[in-house]
């Protein structure tokens, strides 16, 4: 049985914590080097492979919209898998939306993050 620990995001890996920390503001440069060489992102259900891809992704991904962010929970799945819950309010459709950042570790770098619609 998973059981799922609350944690402020200071409690979180520094692996995960400093990523955020950096996508947050939108700094690609210091959020990719905390990716594996190899690293994987999905963002409802596109997928971004390798250094380059992923830079890219996380470069221009809602470059478009002005929007805030806002952790609403996080939380420890087993050793290397972590899940940060955000609201996000801006001016995408629909103006709303909370997210779940699914985060697997591989030798203390993000090996795979998958990006979705938080469980209502």
């Given at each position: 049985?998973?059981q ?9 890996p ?27 992102i999905?963002d ?25 962010t ?51």
């Amino acid at each position: 049985m998973t059981q799922h620990t609350e944690l402020p995001s200071d409690l979180l890996p520094t692996t995960v914590h400093q990523f955020f920390a950096a996508h947050i503001i939108r700094d690609a440069d210091t959020a990719s080097s905390f990716l594996a060489k190899d690293a994987v992102i999905v963002d409802q259900d596109e997928t971004f492979r390798g250094r380059e891809e992923t830079y890219a992704f996380l470069r221009d991904a809602g470059t478009e919209f002005e929007y805030t962010t806002e952790q609403i929970g996080a939380h420890r799945v087993d050793d290397t898998h972590w899940v940060v819950s955000v609201r996000l309010e801006g001016t995408f459709p629909g103006g709303v939306a909370e997210l779940d950042y699914r985060f697997a570790l591989r030798h203390d770098l993000i090996g795979e993050l998958v990006i979705a619609n938080h469980p209502a």
